[in-house]
């Protein structure tokens, strides 16, 4: 059954404002024109959300008679369908601008919260560190939308190219991070490395080459 926000207000006036969404007959209050409590639809949309969404349109459709109260006029049916969904859109704007927050921030707050509540070890906040700096280095601007199965894939991949990379050329991951341009020549790659501070050079094989070469647009100082 197709849930559907419909509005009749004279015999002459009546307006399908916006479907709702879909859910079975049985999990239906025809009486209270609500989903019986405990009921989800095939979307897993539990019944407080889909009849919070239905109190949000009635609610909304109230302040618009209110306003056209106040001048004194009935809206037709047009008016008020087109105010409806202007104020509709308003709230999902405003909705969405209080919930983008930064998969970063949430990183962080998940690291802080966990460890504090488990009594994480050093070790392991270290362990955190290392994936939050993966994951920065992948994709600064990275989003939760972005790890669909198409982004997962690139992550894991670019993680592969980085292990690869270390064992092709002997190169420790901080050296492969730190990477720069003007260390890389056509046949090897000269570095001083992080841990020694000795300045070495490491020859590359077919393999290197070809990750080395997949990378070479992506910003390096």
Same mark, same amino acid.
């Given at each position: ?8 207000? /004279? ?9 709702? &969404? ?7 209050? #025809? ?27 009635? &609610?909304?459709? $109230? ?9 004194? /006029? ?10 409806? *969904? ?28 966990? +460890?504090? $509540? ?5 070790? /392991? ?11 920065? !280095? ?12 198409? +982004?997962?894939? !690139? ?13 092709? /050329? ?7 991070? *730190? ?13 001083? &490395?992080?841990? &020694? ?12 080459? #070809? ?11």
């Amino acid at each position: 059954m197709c849930l559907s926000v419909c509005v009749s207000y /004279t015999q002459a006036n009546a307006s399908s404002l916006q479907q709702a &969404t879909r859910i079975d007959v049985a999990k239906w209050d #025809a009486d209270k024109q609500r989903v019986k409590n405990g009921c989800t639809n095939k979307l897993k949309q539990s019944a407080s959300e889909i009849n919070a969404d239905l109190l949000k349109y009635y &609610t909304e459709i $109230q302040n618009v008679f209110k306003e056209f109260e106040v001048q004194e /006029t009935m809206p037709t049916t047009k008016q008020l369908k087109d105010e409806f *969904n202007l104020r509709m859109k308003d709230t999902n704007e405003e909705q969405q601008e209080e919930s983008q927050i930064s998969f970063w921030e949430v990183f962080d707050e998940f690291v802080n919260e966990c +460890g504090n $509540q488990n009594n994480w070890t050093a070790s /392991t906040y270290e362990k955190f560190a290392a994936v939050r700096n993966h994951l920065k !280095e992948f994709k600064e601007d990275i989003t939760f939308e972005y790890f669909n199965e198409f +982004g997962l894939n !690139e992550y894991v991949n670019f993680l592969r190219d980085k292990k690869n990379i270390c064992c092709f /050329t002997s190169l420790r991951y901080s050296d492969v991070r *730190n990477l720069k341009r003007i260390d890389v020549n056509p046949d090897h790659i000269e570095v001083t &490395t992080v841990k &020694t501070a000795d300045s070495l050079i490491f020859e590359l094989n077919d393999h290197s080459k #070809a990750i080395l070469e997949k990378y070479k647009d992506v910003h390096r100082r």
